[in-house]
């Protein structure tokens, strides 16, 4: 499978606890973005790298979320001390020099 | 700030009856309009990009088009498994950020049997 792959699929957490995902892009691509969406809205850009560089982080994105690309392969990104409002579907694309955007399944937070 | 709009929010329709989903979008200068079909619980799925008024696409029944200022996407005579939700997305050329997409909040399309 070339697609993007993201883990875990679903995630149920505490409140006040701390989470990482994974997003595997398509080897080629050297554009990673971060996306959330909520029930009933459009996906949110979050942050944004090229290579192993963040370029662009989101007003959405607060201290408690980081995020990071070591070697410019996979992407993790953390949220600390979860909140509530942090429940969300997660999504991760990819995308090349002459590719559109490739989205991965998402992850599934719950903030119980 | 790029802003896209959809409408409606929610269409039925009946099996053979064709539409259209609308997208109007405000942004400093279009690099990119991107419509993408989204199943519950999936990530979304890419369908088409445009990029200068007057241009076109297809794909089985669905066709987008493009103007100065909106976008539509026609279904003709649509089946059942084309029920989802229809996202639109703009890329904007507005110099060091114009690599995210802004997307709008989708229409999500029933397509009854």
């Known amino acids: 499978d070339t697609g993007v792959s993201q883990d875990p699929r679903h995630k149920i957490t505490k409140r006040g606890q701390n989470v990482t995902f994974r997003c595997d892009p398509i080897s080629e691509h050297n554009r990673l973005y971060w996306y959330r969406q909520t029930l009933g809205q459009g996906p949110e850009f979050l942050t944004y790298f090229q290579n192993e560089a963040q370029l662009e982080k989101s007003r959405l994105l607060s201290d408690r979320f980081s995020a990071e690309r070591p070697k410019g392969s996979f992407s993790t990104l953390e949220i600390q001390r979860t909140e509530q409002g942090d429940s969300a579907m997660y999504l991760c694309?990819?995308?090349?020099?002459?590719?559109?955007?490739?989205f991965g399944s998402g992850t599934r937070l719950t903030v119980v | 700030e790029d802003q896209v709009t959809q409408s409606p929010e929610a269409l039925r329709l009946q099996e053979g009856e064709s539409s259209s989903l609308n997208c109007s979008y405000t942004?400093?200068?279009?690099?990119?309009l991107f419509w993408y079909r989204q199943d519950p619980g999936k990530g979304p799925e890419f369908l088409f990009t445009?990029?200068?008024a007057g241009e076109e696409k297809e794909k089985e029944r669905l066709k987008a088009t493009l103007t100065k200022k909106e976008s539509f996407l026609h279904i003709t005579a649509p089946k059942p498994e084309d029920s989802a939700t229809y996202l639109c997305a703009v890329q904007a050329d507005s110099g060091g950020s114009n690599y995210k997409l802004t997307f709008g909040k989708g229409t999500l399309l029933t397509v009854n049997p």
């Open positions: 694309a990819s995308r090349g020099q002459f590719y559109g955007y490739t």
């Open positions: 445009l990029y200068s």
């Open positions: 942004v400093s200068g279009l690099r990119g």
